[in-house]
């Protein structure tokens, strides 16, 4: 059976701004460690397949920073979407030309930009979900086991339905749900079968065409579409006339949240998926008073803040709970209660039309 994966890599991380910038996302940066995230991501699957297995769905603009970054990766594997149209679209595209290199192959599918410090127990947890996938018609996700009542993912709920698998717990799924308040959260985590949901998945590529086919026919019918197209056109020429009449739609949506086989398994393997400024404190060691400061920094009576300096100096004296980035174009002053608001500073970036600085 051939393994594949496909990495999501369109993404801006607009919450990660000003250092996250349109030409320059998250994906790409040196958040931890000495390469960019999306090169981490690729490192952890080459410990489970070839790298000509690996393919990444991204826009035009990112095409040749993956070509940079990831060089010994095979041109026809960074699949171009024209435009952003959720991940269902992104998942049935992928499929496609998936299915026409490695038929009978089974997908992986997970974004670019997330933290895992286990990546030896990441690997095991999916060589026991390509193993779950493989029965049946089975759809299988990772389920991060929450350590807090996070209001800003959503969750996955499972039964009492759970067999050990290699060591691991593998829980029939009940139901995907939104992103929770506070109150909702926390008494999630208190019944105990609640997990963060990673927005990792594993099937077998002709069982997710036949979901879609089933769930998503308007979708499925572009994709057939453009397989026949693809005999006599150029691949990117294809993708641009159709792709866009792709439906904006999740596939949480479109497919998880409508079938009754689909499994979780627990993970817990030091994940992050730095979705703000706010994941640096849990990623990072901290000082004496709780900050974390990166670069040229004088800091006086300051407590838990996060401060990052691209070079000139930053001082502060008697300030509490901020963020603090400093680009070179940019300076950032966010207390970090606003952490996840960020992206409100872009849309008025773009009403002034002060496009320059996003």
Known sequence: MTVTAVIMAGGKGERFWPKSRTNLPKQ?????????MIQHTIDRLRKLIDISQIFIVTNEL??????????????????????????????????????????????IVLPSDHIIENEDGFVHILKTAIEVSSEDNN???LGIEPSY??????????????RELNSLEVHKVSKFVE????????SYIEQGNYFWNSGIFVWRNKVIQTYIKKL????????????LSFLTENRNETIKKLFPLMPDQSIDYGIMEKVDNIYVIPCIFGWDDVGSWTALERINSKDDNGNVIKGNI?????????????????????????IIVDTEDVILICSKDKAQEVK???????????????
Do not use: W
């Not at 952003?84 to 595209?93: D, E, F, I, K, Q």
């Not at 009542?149 to 759970?162: A, D, L, N, Q």
């Not at 004088?298 to 930053?314: A, H, M, R």
């Not at 409100?344 to 996003?358: C, G, H, S």
């Open 28 to 36: 790409f940066l040196n958040i931890s460690g000495s390469k960019s």
């Open 62 to 107: 990112y095409a040749e920073l993956i070509h940079i970054q990831v060089p010994d990766l095979p041109l026809d594997n960074i699949i171009i979407e024209p435009i952003g149209r959720n991940t269902a679209p992104c998942v049935g595209l992928a499929s496609i030309i998936i299915e026409q290199k490695f038929p009978e192959s089974t997908m």
């Open 139 to 141: 759809l299988v996700t």
């Open 149 to 162: 009542p996070e209001t800003g993912y959503g969750y996955i709920e499972s039964t009492k339905e759970i």
């Open 179 to 186: 992103k929770p308040n506070i109150g909702t959260a926390q």
């Open 216 to 227: 998503m026919p308007e979708m499925h019918q572009i994709l057939e579409d453009m397989k």
């Open 298 to 322: 004088l800091n006086l009576d300051t407590k838990d803040c996060i401060i990052e300096s691209n070079g000139k100096l930053i001082a502060t004296l008697g300030v509490q709970d901020l």
């Open 344 to 358: 409100t500073l872009l849309k008025e970036l773009r009403t002034q039309k002060l496009e320059k600085y996003l």
